[in-house]
């Protein structure tokens, strides 16, 4: 008897079971766990699936197909699904078991058939289960989705310098809402600067507008599954406030460089270049992190603490 995948037992579903955001597992965990495999190829891939699809989709409502990131596909890959389409339909009406999502064979057939010949995409899960899927991940650098509403996206495949440095700067200046990432400066420049880098990065829509109350300039990247992205990377919270939550990213600290440009980001966003050097946050793991990195370079430095308006900064 063949045996299917089930979205439950599914080993590239990281989450032991249906969990909410943010408290779902984060790359923070998963390395103290020694599961950096859970995550990532022998060839240093991200495995986004692990890192997009969470168990709780599964059981979110009826209109589960249109919550999914759709991936675009090449024609190479459309004639090769749809030679397989019955086959994967059996596999998929199986994986959706006990989900909100029930359908026979036959309409899940239809489904894979419309996709691709309407659409020339696949829901991220159909995808998953068809042969070889991860051979289509050979050679890029970037994996091309839509939304069902139609907005284009990327993620990229490999851990880059770019994406450390934002990730420094989002941590810093950043908030993770559910739909969208925003991240605040004083400096107009700094801005337009971010914004073609995650332009660059993501090819997502994004919004530049100033804060003319706060004398800053905003710029929003629109994309739940960026927001998803960025918050498995840090651990950093989605829609809640951050502070408690921070620390440097664990999945930086095994490559220097990357290292590197995450606390030039950081810095970028909460330092200071006067007559000293300085570092100022809210978050007192975030700071003892810092003084843990100087000392790998054998920098002296001192801190200390100040509050104002009864909160506490380091």
Not at 45 to 61: A, E, H, P
Not at 102 to 131: A, C, E, G, H, T
Not at 147 to 173: C, H, W
Not at 244 to 256: K, M
Request: aromatic share 16%.
């Amino acid at each position: 008897m063949q045996e299917f995948l089930h979205w439950r037992t599914d080993p590239l579903l990281m989450d032991p079971e249906p969990l909410a955001q943010n408290t779902w597992f984060t790359a923070n965990e998963l390395l103290e766990l020694g599961r950096r495999d859970s995550y990532t190829t022998q060839g240093k891939q991200l495995l986004l699936y692990s890192i997009m699809i969470r168990k709780i989709d599964f059981l979110t409502g009826e209109r589960i197909l249109q919550s999914f990131p759709y991936i675009l596909l090449d024609n190479e890959h459309i004639t090769k699904i749809r030679k397989q389409s019955l086959a994967l339909a059996e596999k998929i009406q199986h994986y959706f078991q006990n989900s909100n999502y029930i359908r026979s064979i036959l309409d899940w057939q239809k489904k894979i058939i419309n996709y691709l010949i309407d659409q020339q995409w696949l829901p991220f899960p159909l995808f998953r289960l068809v042969d070889d899927w991860l051979d289509y991940f050979t050679d890029k650098e970037f994996i091309q989705f839509q939304s069902a509403r139609g907005e284009n996206f990327q993620l990229p495949l490999y851990l880059s310098e770019k994406l450390a440095y934002l990730t420094g700067v989002i941590m810093g200046d950043g908030h993770i809402a559910e739909y969208f990432i925003n991240i605040i400066d004083s400096s107009k420049e700094h801005i337009e600067n971010l914004a073609q880098m995650l332009v660059m990065l993501f090819n997502s829509k994004t919004e530049f507008f100033e804060q003319s109350n706060a004398n800053a300039w905003n710029v929003n990247i629109l994309g739940k599954w960026l927001v998803r992205f960025f918050n498995f990377l840090t651990g950093q919270p989605i829609n809640e406030r951050k502070y408690p939550a921070l620390r440097e990213p664990l999945i930086f600290q095994s490559n220097d460089l990357l290292r590197r440009n995450f606390w030039a980001g950081l810095m970028d966003a909460d330092g200071s270049y006067k007559n000293v050097i300085g570092f100022g946050t809210a978050s007192k793991q975030l700071r003892s992190d810092f003084s843990h990195y100087l000392n790998d370079y054998n920098i002296k430095h001192r801190f200390y603490e100040y509050t104002v308006f009864w909160r506490y900064y380091f």
